[in-house]
Protein backbone atom coordinates (compact mmCIF):
# COMPACT_ATOMS: atom_id res chain seq x y z
CA UNK A 1 0.00 0.00 0.00
CA UNK A 2 1.13 3.04 -0.70
CA UNK A 3 1.93 5.69 2.31
CA UNK A 4 0.22 8.43 1.04
CA UNK A 5 -3.16 6.26 0.18
CA UNK A 6 -4.49 6.74 4.08
CA UNK A 7 -4.52 10.58 3.69
CA UNK A 8 -7.11 10.20 0.94
CA UNK A 9 -10.33 12.20 1.76
CA UNK A 10 -12.26 8.21 2.31
CA UNK A 11 -10.06 7.38 4.49
CA UNK A 12 -9.40 10.57 6.51
CA UNK A 13 -13.14 10.67 6.75
CA UNK A 14 -13.01 6.60 7.72
CA UNK A 15 -10.69 7.21 11.08
CA UNK A 16 -12.74 10.02 11.88
CA UNK A 17 -16.00 8.45 12.09
CA UNK A 18 -13.98 6.57 15.16
CA UNK A 19 -11.87 9.93 16.63
CA UNK A 20 -15.17 12.25 16.22
CA UNK A 21 -16.71 9.74 19.49
CA UNK A 22 -14.09 9.51 21.07
CA UNK A 23 -13.45 13.66 21.37
CA UNK A 24 -17.16 14.15 22.21
CA UNK A 25 -17.00 11.34 24.62
CA UNK A 26 -13.67 12.78 26.75
CA UNK A 27 -15.75 16.38 26.58
CA UNK A 28 -19.45 15.51 28.16
CA UNK A 29 -20.09 18.70 30.43
CA UNK A 30 -23.33 19.63 29.76
CA UNK A 31 -24.28 23.03 28.35
CA UNK A 32 -26.13 25.43 31.31
CA UNK A 33 -28.34 27.24 28.93
CA UNK A 34 -31.41 25.70 26.96
CA UNK A 35 -32.45 29.13 25.34
CA UNK A 36 -30.31 29.33 21.93
CA UNK A 37 -30.60 31.73 19.03
CA UNK A 38 -28.90 28.69 16.89
CA UNK A 39 -28.10 25.56 17.24
CA UNK A 40 -25.06 23.78 15.41
CA UNK A 41 -25.53 19.98 14.71
CA UNK A 42 -22.80 17.89 13.06
CA UNK A 43 -24.08 16.18 9.81
CA UNK A 44 -21.54 13.92 7.34
CA UNK A 45 -21.95 15.66 3.78
CA UNK A 46 -20.47 14.70 1.10
CA UNK A 47 -17.07 16.98 -0.45
CA UNK A 48 -16.61 17.03 -3.50
CA UNK A 49 -12.53 17.56 -4.80
CA UNK A 50 -12.49 19.11 -8.59
CA UNK A 51 -9.97 18.02 -11.14
CA UNK A 52 -7.88 20.90 -10.95
CA UNK A 53 -7.73 20.65 -6.83
CA UNK A 54 -10.19 22.76 -5.83
CA UNK A 55 -12.86 22.12 -3.03
CA UNK A 56 -16.53 22.58 -4.10
CA UNK A 57 -17.93 24.88 -1.40
CA UNK A 58 -14.28 25.60 -0.25
CA UNK A 59 -12.61 24.62 3.05
CA UNK A 60 -15.71 25.53 5.01
CA UNK A 61 -17.86 22.76 3.41
CA UNK A 62 -14.70 20.13 4.00
CA UNK A 63 -13.94 20.98 7.30
CA UNK A 64 -17.55 20.97 8.43
CA UNK A 65 -18.17 17.91 6.94
CA UNK A 66 -15.39 15.88 8.53
CA UNK A 67 -14.56 17.17 11.95
CA UNK A 68 -17.39 17.11 14.57
CA UNK A 69 -16.98 20.60 16.53
CA UNK A 70 -19.48 19.81 19.39
CA UNK A 71 -17.10 19.35 21.64
CA UNK A 72 -16.37 23.38 22.03
CA UNK A 73 -20.27 23.83 23.51
CA UNK A 74 -18.75 21.47 26.58
CA UNK A 75 -15.47 22.98 26.66
CA UNK A 76 -16.93 26.53 27.38
CA UNK A 77 -20.05 25.54 29.38
CA UNK A 78 -18.58 26.64 32.58
CA UNK A 79 -18.78 30.20 30.87
CA UNK A 80 -22.06 30.35 30.42
CA UNK A 81 -24.91 30.61 33.39
CA UNK A 82 -28.18 28.43 33.22
CA UNK A 83 -30.10 31.78 34.37
CA UNK A 84 -28.49 33.94 31.40
CA UNK A 85 -30.76 35.19 28.90
CA UNK A 86 -30.83 33.12 25.42
CA UNK A 87 -27.58 32.93 23.88
CA UNK A 88 -26.31 31.64 20.28
CA UNK A 89 -24.60 28.04 20.13
CA UNK A 90 -20.92 28.96 20.56
CA UNK A 91 -19.93 26.07 17.84
CA UNK A 92 -22.09 28.29 15.58
CA UNK A 93 -20.43 31.24 16.49
CA UNK A 94 -16.50 30.21 16.64
CA UNK A 95 -17.81 28.60 13.11
CA UNK A 96 -18.68 31.67 11.62
CA UNK A 97 -15.56 33.57 13.11
CA UNK A 98 -13.66 30.20 11.14
CA UNK A 99 -15.00 30.47 8.10
CA UNK A 100 -14.69 34.06 7.82
CA UNK A 101 -10.65 33.73 7.94
CA UNK A 102 -11.03 30.79 5.92
CA UNK A 103 -12.76 32.43 2.89
CA UNK A 104 -10.37 35.51 3.28
CA UNK A 105 -12.68 38.38 5.14
CA UNK A 106 -10.83 40.37 7.27
CA UNK A 107 -13.33 42.47 7.90
CA UNK A 108 -16.44 41.54 10.07
CA UNK A 109 -18.63 43.10 8.37
CA UNK A 110 -18.25 42.46 4.83
CA UNK A 111 -18.54 38.71 6.26
CA UNK A 112 -21.69 39.82 8.27
CA UNK A 113 -23.21 41.51 5.12
CA UNK A 114 -22.86 37.75 2.99
CA UNK A 115 -24.22 35.92 5.83
CA UNK A 116 -27.32 38.45 5.16
CA UNK A 117 -27.75 37.68 1.74
CA UNK A 118 -30.57 35.66 1.40
CA UNK A 119 -28.49 32.96 -1.10
CA UNK A 120 -25.13 33.96 -1.21
CA UNK A 121 -24.91 33.12 2.70
CA UNK A 122 -26.90 29.83 2.78
CA UNK A 123 -24.09 28.00 3.09
CA UNK A 124 -22.53 29.53 5.91
CA UNK A 125 -25.85 29.49 8.02
CA UNK A 126 -26.54 25.90 7.12
CA UNK A 127 -22.97 24.80 8.00
CA UNK A 128 -23.14 26.84 11.74
CA UNK A 129 -27.13 26.56 12.55
CA UNK A 130 -28.04 30.23 12.06
CA UNK A 131 -31.21 30.86 10.67
CA UNK A 132 -32.13 34.57 8.60
CA UNK A 133 -34.31 35.40 12.06
CA UNK A 134 -30.69 35.10 14.21
CA UNK A 135 -28.22 36.57 13.02
CA UNK A 136 -25.41 37.87 15.11
CA UNK A 137 -23.84 41.14 14.98
CA UNK A 138 -20.39 42.26 15.30
CA UNK A 139 -21.05 42.84 19.24
CA UNK A 140 -21.38 38.93 19.50
CA UNK A 141 -18.35 37.82 17.75
CA UNK A 142 -16.26 40.63 20.06
CA UNK A 143 -18.31 39.65 23.00
CA UNK A 144 -17.76 35.77 22.49
CA UNK A 145 -14.46 36.05 22.07
CA UNK A 146 -14.20 38.13 25.35
CA UNK A 147 -15.98 35.59 27.11
CA UNK A 148 -13.77 32.35 26.13
CA UNK A 149 -10.46 34.43 26.24
CA UNK A 150 -6.56 32.86 25.12
CA UNK A 151 -6.90 29.62 27.45
CA UNK A 152 -10.05 28.46 25.99
CA UNK A 153 -9.24 29.13 22.30
CA UNK A 154 -5.56 27.53 23.18
CA UNK A 155 -7.85 24.67 24.24
CA UNK A 156 -9.77 24.09 20.87
CA UNK A 157 -6.42 24.67 18.76
CA UNK A 158 -4.84 21.92 20.75
CA UNK A 159 -8.22 19.33 20.31
CA UNK A 160 -7.60 19.84 16.33
CA UNK A 161 -3.56 19.25 16.72
CA UNK A 162 -4.83 16.22 18.32
CA UNK A 163 -6.67 14.72 15.86
CA UNK A 164 -4.16 15.59 13.28
CA UNK A 165 -1.63 13.43 15.37
CA UNK A 166 -4.46 10.79 15.56
CA UNK A 167 -4.32 10.41 11.60
CA UNK A 168 -0.66 10.64 11.62
CA UNK A 169 -0.16 14.26 9.99
CA UNK A 170 1.56 15.29 12.91
CA UNK A 171 4.39 13.38 14.66
CA UNK A 172 5.49 15.92 16.75
CA UNK A 173 9.40 14.70 15.86
CA UNK A 174 11.23 18.09 14.33
CA UNK A 175 9.67 21.01 15.88
CA UNK A 176 10.55 24.43 14.01
CA UNK A 177 10.32 27.58 16.35
CA UNK A 178 10.24 31.17 14.81
CA UNK A 179 8.07 34.77 16.23
CA UNK A 180 7.39 37.49 13.83
CA UNK A 181 5.64 40.47 14.46
CA UNK A 182 2.52 42.47 13.47
CA UNK A 183 1.11 45.72 14.13
CA UNK A 184 -1.65 46.63 16.58
CA UNK A 185 -4.71 48.84 15.22
CA UNK A 186 -3.35 51.50 17.45
CA UNK A 187 -1.28 54.19 16.61
CA UNK A 188 2.06 54.61 18.12
CA UNK A 189 2.58 58.29 19.58
CA UNK A 190 6.25 58.32 20.05
CA UNK A 191 6.72 57.46 23.29
CA UNK A 192 8.55 54.15 24.37
CA UNK A 193 7.94 54.34 28.14
CA UNK A 194 4.52 54.31 28.78
CA UNK A 195 3.06 52.69 32.01
CA UNK A 196 -0.34 52.81 33.59
CA UNK A 197 0.09 55.88 35.55
CA UNK A 198 -0.10 57.32 32.46
CA UNK A 199 -3.53 57.66 31.61
CA UNK A 200 -4.30 59.59 35.12
CA UNK A 201 -1.20 62.26 35.79
CA UNK A 202 -2.51 64.68 38.52
CA UNK A 203 -0.75 67.51 38.62
CA UNK A 204 -0.68 69.72 41.78
CA UNK A 205 -1.40 73.45 42.21
CA UNK A 206 -1.61 74.99 38.49
CA UNK A 207 -5.10 76.82 38.35
CA UNK A 208 -3.17 79.06 40.99
CA UNK A 209 0.22 79.04 38.78
CA UNK A 210 -1.47 79.60 35.12
CA UNK A 211 -3.62 82.35 37.04
CA UNK A 212 -0.30 84.17 37.86
CA UNK A 213 0.97 84.01 34.24
CA UNK A 214 -2.16 85.22 32.56
CA UNK A 215 -2.28 88.09 35.08
CA UNK A 216 1.50 88.89 34.53
CA UNK A 217 1.18 89.08 30.70
CA UNK A 218 -2.00 91.50 31.16
CA UNK A 219 0.16 93.71 33.10
CA UNK A 220 2.49 93.57 30.85
CA UNK A 221 0.95 93.88 27.13
CA UNK A 222 3.77 96.39 26.01
CA UNK A 223 6.27 93.40 25.49
CA UNK A 224 4.29 92.11 23.11
CA UNK A 225 2.83 89.48 25.23
CA UNK A 226 -0.20 89.46 23.23
CA UNK A 227 -0.69 85.96 21.40
CA UNK A 228 2.17 84.04 22.66
CA UNK A 229 1.43 80.62 23.44
CA UNK A 230 1.34 80.21 27.55
CA UNK A 231 2.38 76.48 27.97
CA UNK A 232 1.77 74.16 31.12
CA UNK A 233 3.81 71.01 31.80
CA UNK A 234 4.39 68.54 34.48
CA UNK A 235 7.53 66.43 34.64
CA UNK A 236 6.99 62.73 33.03
CA UNK A 237 5.72 60.16 35.93
CA UNK A 238 6.58 57.14 34.27
CA UNK A 239 8.40 54.55 36.50
CA UNK A 240 9.65 52.96 33.10
CA UNK A 241 11.32 55.74 31.77
CA UNK A 242 15.29 54.94 32.49
CA UNK A 243 17.46 57.39 34.79
CA UNK A 244 20.64 56.48 32.55
CA UNK A 245 21.67 55.40 28.62
CA UNK A 246 23.62 52.76 27.66
CA UNK A 247 26.84 55.07 28.25
CA UNK A 248 26.12 55.61 31.82
CA UNK A 249 25.33 59.53 31.07
CA UNK A 250 22.17 60.63 32.81
CA UNK A 251 18.74 61.28 30.69
CA UNK A 252 16.79 64.35 30.88
CA UNK A 253 13.29 63.42 32.08
CA UNK A 254 10.59 64.80 29.94
CA UNK A 255 7.86 66.92 30.69
CA UNK A 256 4.08 66.47 29.21
CA UNK A 257 1.92 69.44 28.17
CA UNK A 258 -1.23 70.22 29.94
CA UNK A 259 -2.79 72.50 28.02
CA UNK A 260 -1.77 75.31 25.69
CA UNK A 261 -3.32 78.82 25.79
CA UNK A 262 -2.75 82.46 24.60
CA UNK A 263 -4.11 86.04 25.04
CA UNK A 264 -6.38 87.72 22.10
CA UNK A 265 -8.77 90.26 21.54
CA UNK A 266 -12.77 90.15 22.49
CA UNK A 267 -14.34 89.43 19.12
CA UNK A 268 -17.63 90.29 20.07
CA UNK A 269 -19.63 87.43 22.48
CA UNK A 270 -17.63 85.14 23.90
CA UNK A 271 -18.17 81.16 23.51
CA UNK A 272 -19.06 79.40 26.41
CA UNK A 273 -15.46 77.82 26.40
CA UNK A 274 -14.14 81.60 26.77
CA UNK A 275 -15.95 82.12 29.79
CA UNK A 276 -15.76 78.93 31.47
CA UNK A 277 -12.51 79.22 31.12
CA UNK A 278 -11.54 82.93 32.33
CA UNK A 279 -13.84 81.62 35.57
CA UNK A 280 -11.81 78.82 35.84
CA UNK A 281 -8.26 80.78 36.51
CA UNK A 282 -10.39 83.80 38.27
CA UNK A 283 -9.26 86.09 35.64
CA UNK A 284 -12.40 87.44 34.12
CA UNK A 285 -12.98 90.84 35.53
CA UNK A 286 -9.30 91.54 34.60
CA UNK A 287 -9.85 90.41 31.20
CA UNK A 288 -13.43 92.28 30.60
CA UNK A 289 -11.56 95.29 31.32
CA UNK A 290 -9.01 95.20 28.53
CA UNK A 291 -11.49 93.33 26.55
CA UNK A 292 -9.23 90.30 26.00
CA UNK A 293 -10.08 86.60 26.05
CA UNK A 294 -8.04 83.33 26.62
CA UNK A 295 -8.19 81.17 23.69
CA UNK A 296 -7.67 77.57 24.17
CA UNK A 297 -5.08 75.83 21.52
CA UNK A 298 -4.45 72.50 23.10
CA UNK A 299 -5.64 71.10 26.20
CA UNK A 300 -4.85 67.15 27.43
CA UNK A 301 -7.21 68.14 30.59
CA UNK A 302 -10.31 66.08 31.10
CA UNK A 303 -10.10 66.14 35.15
CA UNK A 304 -10.31 69.88 37.57
CA UNK A 305 -10.29 69.57 41.42
CA UNK A 306 -11.13 73.16 42.76
CA UNK A 307 -10.11 72.09 46.36
CA UNK A 308 -6.41 71.91 45.93
CA UNK A 309 -6.74 73.32 42.48
CA UNK A 310 -5.23 70.20 40.78
CA UNK A 311 -5.91 69.03 37.02
CA UNK A 312 -5.48 65.33 36.33
CA UNK A 313 -4.87 64.05 32.57
CA UNK A 314 -4.17 62.05 29.85
CA UNK A 315 -0.42 62.04 28.16
CA UNK A 316 -1.08 62.88 24.95
CA UNK A 317 1.64 60.36 23.75
CA UNK A 318 -0.01 57.26 25.55
CA UNK A 319 -1.47 55.07 22.29
CA UNK A 320 -4.78 53.30 22.58
CA UNK A 321 -3.14 49.72 23.04
CA UNK A 322 -0.98 49.62 25.89
CA UNK A 323 -0.16 46.33 25.46
CA UNK A 324 1.71 46.59 22.43
CA UNK A 325 5.56 47.76 22.18
CA UNK A 326 7.70 48.29 19.74
CA UNK A 327 9.73 45.54 18.08
CA UNK A 328 12.36 45.59 15.60
CA UNK A 329 13.14 43.28 12.55
CA UNK A 330 14.90 43.39 8.74
CA UNK A 331 12.83 45.27 6.46
CA UNK A 332 11.60 42.45 4.07
CA UNK A 333 11.84 44.50 0.74
CA UNK A 334 15.59 46.26 1.68
CA UNK A 335 17.24 43.26 4.43
CA UNK A 336 20.17 45.81 5.03
CA UNK A 337 18.44 47.91 6.96
CA UNK A 338 15.68 47.64 10.01
CA UNK A 339 12.03 48.47 10.97
CA UNK A 340 10.15 49.08 13.85
CA UNK A 341 6.81 47.25 14.39
CA UNK A 342 4.54 48.53 17.20
CA UNK A 343 1.97 45.77 17.94
CA UNK A 344 2.78 42.22 18.95
CA UNK A 345 5.12 39.21 18.27
CA UNK A 346 3.64 35.54 17.58
CA UNK A 347 5.72 33.48 18.42
CA UNK A 348 4.93 29.76 16.53
CA UNK A 349 6.01 26.18 16.72
CA UNK A 350 5.82 24.09 13.59
CA UNK A 351 6.06 20.38 13.29
CA UNK A 352 8.10 19.31 9.99
CA UNK A 353 6.95 16.33 8.17
CA UNK A 354 9.96 15.16 6.53
CA UNK A 355 7.98 12.10 4.88
CA UNK A 356 4.79 13.95 4.20
CA UNK A 357 6.40 17.15 3.06
CA UNK A 358 4.18 18.85 5.11
CA UNK A 359 4.93 21.74 7.79
CA UNK A 360 1.72 22.22 10.45
CA UNK A 361 1.66 24.39 13.87
CA UNK A 362 1.50 22.71 16.94
CA UNK A 363 1.81 25.36 19.32
CA UNK A 364 1.28 29.59 19.57
CA UNK A 365 2.40 31.99 22.14
CA UNK A 366 1.39 35.71 22.23
CA UNK A 367 3.40 38.58 23.18
CA UNK A 368 4.49 42.02 23.25
CA UNK A 369 6.86 43.65 19.90
CA UNK A 370 9.70 44.15 22.40
CA UNK A 371 9.25 41.13 24.92
CA UNK A 372 12.27 38.31 24.86
CA UNK A 373 11.00 35.75 21.97
CA UNK A 374 13.97 33.74 22.85
CA UNK A 375 12.28 32.63 26.53
CA UNK A 376 9.25 31.40 24.36
CA UNK A 377 10.32 27.93 22.95
CA UNK A 378 9.87 26.54 26.69
CA UNK A 379 6.42 28.13 26.73
CA UNK A 380 5.54 26.60 23.62
CA UNK A 381 7.24 23.20 24.33
CA UNK A 382 4.89 23.25 27.69
CA UNK A 383 1.73 23.48 25.19
CA UNK A 384 3.02 19.91 23.28
CA UNK A 385 4.08 18.53 26.36
CA UNK A 386 0.97 18.77 28.21
CA UNK A 387 -1.71 17.93 25.82
CA UNK A 388 0.07 15.33 23.61
CA UNK A 389 1.87 12.55 24.79
CA UNK A 390 4.68 12.55 22.45
CA UNK A 391 8.12 12.69 21.89
CA UNK A 392 10.02 15.30 20.48
CA UNK A 393 13.47 14.32 19.09
CA UNK A 394 14.30 17.83 17.34
CA UNK A 395 14.13 21.33 18.07
CA UNK A 396 15.38 24.14 15.80
CA UNK A 397 15.49 27.58 16.19
CA UNK A 398 17.52 30.87 15.49
CA UNK A 399 20.58 33.19 16.93
CA UNK A 400 17.23 34.86 19.22
CA UNK A 401 16.58 31.62 21.44
CA UNK A 402 20.75 30.58 22.10
CA UNK A 403 19.52 30.96 25.45
CA UNK A 404 20.62 28.48 28.37
CA UNK A 405 17.60 27.67 30.05
CA UNK A 406 16.43 26.83 26.79
CA UNK A 407 19.58 24.33 25.73
CA UNK A 408 18.53 22.62 29.65
CA UNK A 409 14.92 22.23 28.79
CA UNK A 410 15.05 20.62 25.57
CA UNK A 411 17.50 18.42 26.72
CA UNK A 412 15.62 17.38 29.58
CA UNK A 413 12.48 16.60 27.35
CA UNK A 414 15.04 14.20 25.45
CA UNK A 415 15.04 16.25 22.40
CA UNK A 416 18.37 17.76 20.36
CA UNK A 417 18.74 21.74 20.25
CA UNK A 418 19.58 22.51 16.85
CA UNK A 419 20.06 26.44 17.62
CA UNK A 420 22.05 28.98 15.70
CA UNK A 421 25.31 30.32 17.85
CA UNK A 422 25.01 33.88 18.80
CA UNK A 423 28.24 34.89 19.56
CA UNK A 424 27.52 38.11 21.40
CA UNK A 425 31.03 39.80 20.77
CA UNK A 426 33.05 36.76 21.16
CA UNK A 427 36.72 37.13 19.53
CA UNK A 428 36.71 34.76 16.93
CA UNK A 429 40.44 36.18 15.44
CA UNK A 430 42.36 33.35 14.54
CA UNK A 431 44.91 34.27 17.69
CA UNK A 432 42.25 33.79 20.19
CA UNK A 433 40.54 31.22 18.52
CA UNK A 434 44.10 28.69 18.91
CA UNK A 435 44.35 30.02 22.35
CA UNK A 436 40.89 28.79 23.55
CA UNK A 437 41.96 25.85 21.77
CA UNK A 438 38.97 24.93 19.62
CA UNK A 439 36.94 27.27 16.51
CA UNK A 440 33.95 28.93 16.37
CA UNK A 441 32.36 25.27 16.23
CA UNK A 442 33.26 23.76 19.17
CA UNK A 443 35.63 21.49 17.01
CA UNK A 444 39.35 21.59 18.94
CA UNK A 445 42.54 21.59 17.56
CA UNK A 446 44.81 18.87 17.62
CA UNK A 447 48.56 19.82 19.50
CA UNK A 448 49.69 20.02 15.59
CA UNK A 449 47.63 23.02 15.28
CA UNK A 450 44.97 20.74 12.71
CA UNK A 451 41.32 20.68 13.73
CA UNK A 452 40.10 17.48 14.70
CA UNK A 453 36.95 15.92 13.81
CA UNK A 454 33.73 14.74 15.23
CA UNK A 455 34.10 10.98 16.54
CA UNK A 456 30.53 10.25 18.02
CA UNK A 457 28.71 11.29 20.86
CA UNK A 458 28.59 9.48 24.24
CA UNK A 459 25.01 9.93 25.37
CA UNK A 460 26.07 8.15 28.84
CA UNK A 461 28.68 11.22 29.69
CA UNK A 462 27.30 13.70 27.60
CA UNK A 463 30.50 14.27 25.18
CA UNK A 464 31.19 14.83 22.54
CA UNK A 465 34.57 13.00 20.75
CA UNK A 466 36.79 14.41 18.28
CA UNK A 467 40.44 12.63 16.83
CA UNK A 468 42.55 13.88 14.27
CA UNK A 469 42.73 10.74 12.21
CA UNK A 470 46.41 11.46 11.68
CA UNK A 471 45.26 14.35 9.02
CA UNK A 472 49.10 14.85 8.89
CA UNK A 473 50.07 11.85 7.24
CA UNK A 474 47.39 12.17 4.27
CA UNK A 475 49.12 15.98 4.06
CA UNK A 476 50.76 16.92 0.54
CA UNK A 477 54.28 17.87 0.39
CA UNK A 478 54.52 21.68 0.33
CA UNK A 479 51.67 21.47 3.30
CA UNK A 480 53.62 18.72 5.13
CA UNK A 481 56.81 21.13 4.81
CA UNK A 482 55.12 23.91 6.59
CA UNK A 483 53.54 21.76 9.45
CA UNK A 484 56.68 20.37 10.45
CA UNK A 485 58.33 23.85 10.61
CA UNK A 486 56.13 24.42 13.37
CA UNK A 487 55.64 21.05 14.73
CA UNK A 488 57.66 18.02 14.54
CA UNK A 489 54.97 14.80 13.41
CA UNK A 490 57.40 12.31 14.32
CA UNK A 491 57.56 13.21 18.02
CA UNK A 492 53.57 13.57 18.33
CA UNK A 493 52.95 10.91 21.11
CA UNK A 494 49.64 10.18 19.47
CA UNK A 495 50.92 9.08 15.87
CA UNK A 496 50.67 5.20 17.39
CA UNK A 497 46.89 5.76 18.46
CA UNK A 498 44.25 4.62 16.00
CA UNK A 499 42.45 7.65 15.67
CA UNK A 500 45.36 10.09 16.51
CA UNK A 501 44.97 12.40 19.39
CA UNK A 502 41.75 12.48 20.65
CA UNK A 503 39.63 15.02 22.89
CA UNK A 504 36.12 15.47 24.62
CA UNK A 505 34.06 18.43 24.51
CA UNK A 506 31.49 18.24 27.41
CA UNK A 507 27.91 19.67 27.12
CA UNK A 508 28.31 20.62 31.24
CA UNK A 509 31.39 22.47 30.10
CA UNK A 510 30.34 24.29 26.71
CA UNK A 511 26.22 24.02 26.72
CA UNK A 512 25.24 26.18 24.11
CA UNK A 513 28.64 25.80 21.77
CA UNK A 514 28.51 21.95 21.63
CA UNK A 515 25.79 20.02 20.54
CA UNK A 516 24.92 15.96 20.27
CA UNK A 517 25.24 16.13 16.86
CA UNK A 518 28.09 18.15 16.48
CA UNK A 519 28.00 22.09 14.45
CA UNK A 520 29.48 22.32 10.89
CA UNK A 521 28.28 19.13 10.03
CA UNK A 522 26.62 18.26 7.04
CA UNK A 523 23.89 16.41 9.26
CA UNK A 524 23.83 19.58 11.57
CA UNK A 525 22.88 21.62 8.43
CA UNK A 526 20.85 19.43 6.84
CA UNK A 527 18.48 19.60 9.80
CA UNK A 528 19.20 23.73 10.21
CA UNK A 529 17.79 24.21 6.90
CA UNK A 530 14.36 22.73 8.11
CA UNK A 531 13.95 25.94 10.12
CA UNK A 532 12.36 27.76 7.50
CA UNK A 533 9.41 25.64 7.54
CA UNK A 534 8.18 27.81 11.07
CA UNK A 535 9.22 31.00 8.95
CA UNK A 536 7.00 29.86 5.72
CA UNK A 537 4.10 29.34 8.02
CA UNK A 538 4.60 32.52 9.84
CA UNK A 539 4.74 34.31 5.62
CA UNK A 540 1.40 32.05 5.19
CA UNK A 541 -0.50 33.81 7.81
CA UNK A 542 0.68 37.14 7.02
CA UNK A 543 0.84 37.01 3.19
CA UNK A 544 -1.52 34.09 2.06
CA UNK A 545 -4.42 33.88 4.82
CA UNK A 546 -3.99 37.27 6.19
CA UNK A 547 -5.09 37.41 9.41
CA UNK A 548 -1.94 39.55 10.94
CA UNK A 549 -1.70 42.30 8.13
CA UNK A 550 -3.03 45.01 10.19
CA UNK A 551 -5.81 43.29 12.32
CA UNK A 552 -8.12 45.28 14.10
CA UNK A 553 -6.94 44.61 17.56
CA UNK A 554 -5.84 47.26 20.28
CA UNK A 555 -5.20 45.36 22.89
CA UNK A 556 -3.14 42.22 24.64
CA UNK A 557 -6.04 39.94 25.28
CA UNK A 558 -7.84 40.32 21.91
CA UNK A 559 -4.16 40.14 20.04
CA UNK A 560 -3.59 36.96 22.14
CA UNK A 561 -6.85 35.62 20.91
CA UNK A 562 -6.89 36.45 17.04
CA UNK A 563 -3.17 34.68 17.40
CA UNK A 564 -4.65 31.78 18.85
CA UNK A 565 -6.77 31.79 15.61
CA UNK A 566 -4.55 32.24 13.71
CA UNK A 567 -2.93 29.07 14.47
CA UNK A 568 -6.14 27.01 14.15
CA UNK A 569 -6.95 28.47 10.36
CA UNK A 570 -3.87 27.84 9.19
CA UNK A 571 -3.74 24.18 10.96
CA UNK A 572 -6.86 22.95 9.37
CA UNK A 573 -6.43 24.99 5.81
CA UNK A 574 -2.89 23.48 5.44
CA UNK A 575 -3.94 19.59 6.57
CA UNK A 576 -7.17 19.87 4.38
CA UNK A 577 -5.15 21.33 1.29
CA UNK A 578 -3.27 18.04 2.24
CA UNK A 579 -5.71 15.75 1.94
CA UNK A 580 -6.96 17.40 -0.93
CA UNK A 581 -4.24 17.27 -3.38
CA UNK A 582 -3.22 13.21 -2.26
CA UNK A 583 -6.75 12.54 -2.70
CA UNK A 584 -6.78 14.29 -6.35
CA UNK A 585 -3.59 12.97 -7.39
CA UNK A 586 -4.48 9.26 -6.60
CA UNK A 587 -8.13 9.56 -8.79
CA UNK A 588 -5.76 10.72 -11.15
CA UNK A 589 -3.01 7.84 -11.07
CA UNK A 590 -6.45 5.21 -11.50
CA UNK A 591 -7.75 7.20 -14.73
CA UNK A 592 -4.21 7.71 -16.04
CA UNK A 593 -1.47 5.08 -14.55
CA UNK A 594 0.72 8.68 -15.06
CA UNK A 595 4.18 7.88 -13.99
CA UNK A 596 4.93 11.35 -13.33
CA UNK A 597 1.73 11.14 -10.49
CA UNK A 598 3.35 8.14 -9.37
CA UNK A 599 6.60 9.81 -9.07
CA UNK A 600 4.87 12.40 -7.22
CA UNK A 601 3.50 10.08 -4.53
CA UNK A 602 6.32 8.51 -3.42
CA UNK A 603 7.39 9.00 -0.26
CA UNK A 604 10.50 11.42 -0.23
CA UNK A 605 14.12 9.94 0.71
CA UNK A 606 15.34 10.71 3.84
CA UNK A 607 19.07 10.77 4.62
CA UNK A 608 19.83 7.55 7.47
CA UNK A 609 21.18 10.05 9.74
CA UNK A 610 18.12 12.01 9.66
CA UNK A 611 16.11 8.71 10.20
CA UNK A 612 17.70 7.38 13.10
CA UNK A 613 17.48 10.70 14.77
CA UNK A 614 13.70 10.80 14.41
CA UNK A 615 13.32 6.94 14.43
CA UNK A 616 10.82 6.75 11.31
CA UNK A 617 9.86 3.02 10.24
Not at 30 to 54: A, C
Not at 138 to 154: I, V, W
Not at 373 to 378: N, P
Not at 607 to 615: A, D, E, L, P
Request: charged share 25%; glycine share 4%.
Amino acid sequence: MNPFEKFTIANISRKLNQINPEISLSHQNPFPNLSLLSHYEFKKRFVKIMPNGDIQGGYAKMIISLINFSFIRSLVAHCYSAKGPPCYDPPSIFLLDLFRYLDGFQNMRQFLELLRDKDRGRAYRKYAGISMDNIPCEGTFSNFRARLGENLYNEIFHVLVGIFHQLQMITFKILAHDGTLYPTWARYKGCTYFCDQCASITVENVIGKVRNQILYRLNNLSNNNLGSEIRVKAPCPSHRFPEKNKNGKEIKRPRIELFACRLAFADGELSEEQKNTAILFGVEDELRKQNLCIQTIRSNVFSINFEDESITISCPKLPKDTDARIGVRRNPKNPNKKEKIFGYNLVLSTSVEVQLKIELPVAVTNIAGNAEEGSQIIQNKEQVHNHHHTEVKVDIADAKYDIINNYNYIRSKGSIPIIDYNRRREDLSKTAILKRGYDQNGWPFAPCGLLARPNGFDQKNQRLTFCCFKQCLKLRRKALQDLQALYSISQCPHIKNQTGYARHMYIKEHPRLVNEIPRGTKRYNTIKNMRSASERANSTIKEDIRILEKPRVVDGPRANILAQMAGIVLLLKRAFSFIAKITNRFRKLFKTNDPAIKEKLKPPFITKSIRNIIQLE
